[in-house]
């Protein structure tokens, strides 16, 4: 493997100057998109009200009347904050995958970053496929429970709305992405493990009732105390160990290919040579 890795012998103060400056344009990256955020953070939050009012529109309520709060003076400022450092992360989050790639990947020989690349663009598309899915369909059916819970006043019983404060609504779908983000990561991490021998294919099947376990306990810890919202991620989880598995037999085949023809190849240089 000799003349294929790009790694030089560095000093260690030269390997620090190095990460100090990946970091710094981690955090420039970071900065520049958190101000621009800001700027528009209004828009972005009524961007992320939209699957709120899909839900209110399914529970046949009128859009008209339904309003989001907040209780405290400064309580939509730093729900703005948040809402910008939220998606200063998932813009800058492609320079800041870059840096750290272009910080290791001297190390790496040629055929490790060959293999990295496609995770690395792999891990950003998986991310926002589970953020699309809250988006588009977990967040609304989970509102609308919610307010399906609502009780109008009648005969012996008062009027329960619900009210739902800024702040709260906005750390229940940064949840709900961040959860379903980091499962769609499953492939990802199951795949490199793989890859290295760590895991195995027949050793995940074996694993397969644990993991339909803890996928359900992992449900519960992380998203709302409803059980619309517990299944909707245990089962997706579930669907991603079946593509893990799937994805870590195709890896072992291709290894046992590979291994196959490093072995025809050599036997052959060595009858070559016994002939000659």
Same mark, same amino acid.
């Given at each position: 493997?000799?003349?294929?890795?790009?790694?030089?012998p560095q000093p260690l103060i030269e390997h620090l100057i190095e990460l100090r400056t990946r970091l710094i344009w981690s955090l420039a990256a970071f900065f520049g998109a958190f101000l621009v955020c800001f700027f528009f953070a209004k828009q972005l !939050?009524?961007?992320?009200?939209?699957?709120?009012?899909?839900?209110?529109?399914?529970?046949?309520?009128?859009?008209?009347?339904?309003?989001?709060?907040?209780?405290?003076?400064?309580?939509?400022?730093?729900?703005?904050?948040?809402?910008?450092?939220?998606?200063?992360?998932?813009?800058?989050?492609?320079?800041?995958?870059?840096?750290?790639?272009?910080?290791?990947?001297?190390?790496?020989?040629?055929?490790?970053?060959?293999?990295?690349?496609?995770?690395?663009?792999?891990?950003?598309?998986?991310?926002?496929?589970?953020?699309?899915?809250?988006?588009?369909? !977990?967040?609304?059916?989970?509102?609308?429970?919610?307010?399906?819970?609502?009780?109008?006043?009648?005969?012996?019983?008062?009027?329960?709305?619900?009210?739902?404060?800024?702040?709260?609504?906005?750390?229940?779908?940064?949840?709900?992405?961040?959860?379903?983000?980091?499962?769609?990561?499953?492939?990802?991490?199951?795949?490199?493990?793989?890859?290295?021998?760590?895991?195995?294919?027949?050793?995940?099947?074996?694993?397969?009732?644990?993991?339909?376990?803890?996928?359900?306990?992992?449900?519960?810890?992380?998203?709302?105390?409803?059980?619309?919202?517990?299944?909707?991620?245990?089962?997706?989880?579930?669907l991603l160990y079946e593509i893990s598995i799937y994805a870590a037999r195709l890896v072992e085949r291709k290894r046992a290919s590979e291994e196959a023809a490093v072995a025809a190849d050599s036997g052959s240089n060595v009858a070559s040579s016994d002939?000659?």
């Amino acid at each position: 493997m000799n003349g294929e890795i790009d790694d030089k012998p560095q000093p260690l103060i030269e390997h620090l100057i190095e990460l100090r400056t990946r970091l710094i344009w981690s955090l420039a990256a970071f900065f520049g998109a958190f101000l621009v955020c800001f700027f528009f953070a209004k828009q972005l !939050f009524n961007l992320l009200v939209v699957p709120y009012k899909w839900a209110v529109v399914w529970a046949g309520l009128d859009l008209a009347k339904s309003e989001l709060i907040y209780t405290a003076p400064q309580e939509f400022f730093f729900t703005q904050v948040k809402v910008a450092m939220f998606g200063a992360l998932v813009i800058a989050f492609p320079i800041i995958a870059s840096q750290l790639y272009k910080f290791v990947a001297p190390g790496l020989y040629k055929n490790e970053r060959a293999a990295f690349l496609p995770f690395l663009v792999a891990s950003p598309i998986l991310f926002l496929l589970g953020g699309a899915l809250v988006y588009f369909f !977990f967040t609304p059916m989970v509102m609308w429970f919610f307010l399906a819970m609502q009780q109008a006043p009648g005969e012996g019983e008062v009027a329960i709305s619900l009210m739902p404060k800024v702040s709260e609504y906005l750390s229940l779908i940064m949840t709900l992405v961040m959860s379903f983000g980091l499962v769609f990561q499953l492939p990802v991490v199951t795949t490199l493990l793989a890859r290295v021998g760590i895991l195995t294919s027949d050793w995940l099947r074996e694993k397969r009732k644990y993991a339909i376990v803890i996928a359900f306990v992992v449900a519960a810890v992380l998203t709302p105390p409803d059980p619309l919202s517990q299944i909707g991620l245990a089962l997706p989880t579930i669907l991603l160990y079946e593509i893990s598995i799937y994805a870590a037999r195709l890896v072992e085949r291709k290894r046992a290919s590979e291994e196959a023809a490093v072995a025809a190849d050599s036997g052959s240089n060595v009858a070559s040579s016994d002939q000659t």
